[in-house]
C-alpha cells in the first residue's frame, strides 16, 4: 500500500493506492471502502508543517486493518519511528531519512485530548490538567443517505466546554469512510485529528476515554494485563515515537467511576453517550442509552418509572445485546441491577419482571460489585510522569483506589466458570425467550 497527499491551504487529503497484497476483506464484516480521506484544517496550520512521522502514524491508524504486506508513507520517516514500527508483523514499512529529527514537543506543550462527547471522554477530560485541549473528530454526514448519528449533542458539548474556557477544536474529518461499514478503523484512530493538531499546537500527549472494562478486559471473559497486552505495546510504542505517548487516564476506571466522576464534576453534565439523540435527550432507542439510563438510575439514586424501565427492555438494539453470553461489559450490568435491587428494595425473588430475570443473570444478587466505585492503581503504570502526580490527586477528589482484596477481582477476573454453568446457560436461555418475547 502506498499512500499520497495533496496540500491546500484549507485541507490536507491522504489518498490509499492499492497493491496486489493489500487485504481489502479483513474480516466478513468489514472491508476498505473509501479510498482517501482528508482534514480540514483550522486557520493558521499549514499542512506543510505536519512532521512526516505524524502523517506516518496517521497512515497506519487509518488503514492497518487493509495493508498486505508493506506501508509506504506520503514522505520518509525518522529511524526513531522506523525502530518503533518493529512491533508490527504483518508488515514493513520502507521509506526512512536517517537525517530526519524525530519530532519532540517543547517543554510547556501541553496535552490533547480525542473528544467524543461521551460520558467516559468527559469524565477523563475532569481528570486532566486545565490547558487540555479537547480535539473532536467531526465526521461529516453523508448528503444523499439517511444517518442515525447526530452531531448535535457532541456539538454543543464543545460549546460548553469552550465557555468554559477550554481551547476546544473541531476537526472535520472523513476517515471513518474509509472503512465499511463507517467507523474507525482501529480504535484509536479517533486521535488522528489531535495528531494533525500536535506540532501546531505543541501538544505533548494525547488522552482517550478508554476505561477499565476495555482496557483491563474487565467484564469480558478474561482480564487483560493492559501495560503488556499487545494493544499498549504496538499503539503506546507507536505513540510515544513520533513524541505523542497515550495517557490513559481512565484505564483504571471503570464505566461506573467515570458515572460518578461526571455526576460529582463541575462539567460532567454535559456528558453525553447517545449518539442519535439531540443535546439533553437522548433517543431512548439504543444499547447506549438502555446501558446509561439504568447505570444513572443508581448512581443519581432516581428510581426509572415501571412503565419507561418496560419500554427500555423492547428496545431493538438492547434485546441484541441483552441476548449476548457473556454481554459485553457485563461487569456493568451487574453493578446496576445489585444496586438497583438494593436502593428501590426489589425482591427479585419468585418476581418473573424483566429487571429480576436480568439481576439473576447477570450475578447482580449475588456479587460484591463496590469495588467498581474505585479505581484500579495498575493504571498508573502506563501515565507518563509528568501528568502521574496531577492526575492522583484529581482523581483521589472522586474515587479511592481499590483495596489489595478488590484489586484481586480485577487481577482474577474470570467469567469462564460462569459460562460453563449449567444454571447460568439454562438461566441465559430462559431469560432471552422472555426478553425477545417482551
Known amino acids: 500500500m502506498k499512500i499520497r497527499v495533496k496540500h491546500s491551504k484549507k485541507e490536507i487529503t491522504f489518498f490509499i493506492d492499492v497493491e496486489e497484497e493489500d487485504n481489502l476483506h479483513p474480516s466478513p464484516k468489514v472491508s476498505l471502502s473509501k479510498r482517501n480521506f482528508s482534514f480540514k484544517l483550522p486557520k493558521g496550520l499549514s499542512s506543510k508543517n505536519i512532521h512526516p512521522d505524524h502523517l506516518a502514524l496517521i497512515s497506519i491508524l487509518v488503514?492497518?486493518?487493509?495493508?498486505?504486506?508493506?506501508?509506504?508513507?506520503?514522505?520518509?520517516?525518522?529511524?526513531?519511528?522506523?525502530?518503533?514500527?518493529?512491533?508490527?508483523?504483518?508488515?514493513?514499512?520502507?521509506?526512512?531519512?536517517?537525517?530526519?529529527?524525530?519530532?519532540?514537543?517543547?517543554?510547556?506543550?501541553?496535552?490533547?485530548?480525542?473528544?467524543?462527547?461521551?460520558?467516559?471522554?468527559?469524565?477523563?477530560l475532569a481528570l486532566m490538567p486545565e490547558n487540555t485541549v479537547p480535539v473532536f473528530l467531526d465526521r461529516p454526514l453523508p448528503l444523499l443517505r439517511i444517518s442515525k448519528y447526530d452531531k448535535n449533542?457532541?456539538?454543543?458539548?464543545?460549546?460548553?466546554?469552550?465557555?468554559?474556557?477550554?481551547?476546544?477544536?473541531?476537526?472535520?474529518?472523513d476517515l471513518e469512510y474509509v472503512r465499511k461499514p463507517v467507523g474507525f478503523p482501529v480504535d484509536v484512530a479517533n486521535a488522528a485529528p489531535a495528531i494533525i493538531l500536535a506540532n501546531h499546537m505543541q501538544f505533548d500527549a494525547i488522552?482517550?476515554?478508554?476505561?477499565?472494562?476495555?482496557?483491563?478486559?474487565?467484564?469480558?471473559?478474561?482480564?487483560?494485563?493492559?501495560?503488556?497486552?499487545?494493544?499498549?505495546?504496538m499503539w503506546g510504542t507507536l505513540f510515544a515515537a513520533v513524541g505523542l505517548p497515550l495517557l490513559q487516564v481512565v484505564s483504571g476506571v471503570s464505566e461506573v467511576g467515570t458515572s460518578i466522576i461526571n455526576r460529582d464534576s463541575s462539567f460532567g453534565h454535559i456528558a453525553h453517550s447517545c449518539m442519535r439523540g439531540k443535546w439533553m435527550n437522548p433517543c431512548r432507542n439504543c444499547w447506549k442509552c438502555f446501558r446509561k439510563l439504568v447505570l444513572d438510575s443508581v448512581v443519581n439514586n432516581k428510581k426509572i418509572s415501571e412503565k419507561e424501565?418496560?419500554?427500555?427492555?423492547k428496545i431493538r438494539e438492547a434485546k441484541y445485546h441483552l441476548s449476548q453470553f457473556p454481554i459485553k461489559h457485563e461487569n456493568v450490568l451487574t453493578y446496576s441491577t445489585s444496586k438497583y435491587v438494593e436502593l428501590f428494595e426489589l425482591d427479585i425473588e419468585g418476581n418473573e419482571s424483566m429487571m429480576s430475570l436480568l439481576t439473576k443473570r447477570v450475578r447482580g444478587?449475588?456479587?460484591?460489585?463496590?469495588?467498581?466505585?474505585?479505581?484500579?492503581?495498575?493504571?498508573?503504570?502506563?501515565?507518563?510522569?509528568?501528568?502521574?502526580?496531577?492526575?492522583?490527586?484529581?482523581?483521589?477528589?472522586?474515587?479511592?483506589?481499590?483495596?489489595k482484596k478488590e484489586q484481586e477481582i480485577v487481577l482474577n477476573w474470570n467469567l469462564n466458570t460462569m459460562l460453563n454453568d449449567e444454571y447460568y446457560q439454562e438461566l441465559n436461555s430462559s431469560f432471552c425467550k422472555k426478553l425477545n418475547s417482551h
Open 309 to 313: 424501565l418496560n419500554e427500555l427492555f
Open 63 to 124: 488503514c492497518h486493518p487493509f495493508i498486505g504486506k508493506r506501508i509506504k508513507f506520503p514522505k520518509p520517516i525518522s529511524k526513531k519511528f522506523f525502530e518503533a514500527t518493529n512491533v508490527i508483523s504483518r508488515y514493513v514499512v520502507e521509506n526512512i531519512d536517517e537525517d530526519l529529527e524525530p519530532w519532540t514537543p517543547l517543554a510547556d506543550s501541553r496535552p490533547a485530548l480525542a473528544f467524543s462527547g461521551g460520558a467516559d471522554s468527559t469524565a477523563a
Open 153 to 173: 449533542a457532541p456539538h454543543v458539548a464543545c460549546e460548553k466546554l469552550s465557555e468554559l474556557g477550554y481551547d476546544v477544536y473541531k476537526i472535520e474529518a
Open 365 to 403: 444478587d449475588v456479587l460484591e460489585v463496590d469495588w467498581m466505585e474505585k479505581y484500579f492503581p495498575v493504571m498508573f503504570d502506563i501515565i507518563p510522569e509528568k501528568y502521574r502526580d496531577g492526575l492522583k490527586i484529581k482523581l483521589e477528589k472522586y474515587l479511592q483506589p481499590m483495596t
Open 207 to 233: 488522552a482517550f476515554g478508554t476505561i477499565m472494562e476495555s482496557a483491563f478486559g474487565v467484564g469480558h471473559p478474561n482480564y487483560r494485563n493492559y501495560p503488556k497486552g499487545s494493544h499498549y505495546r
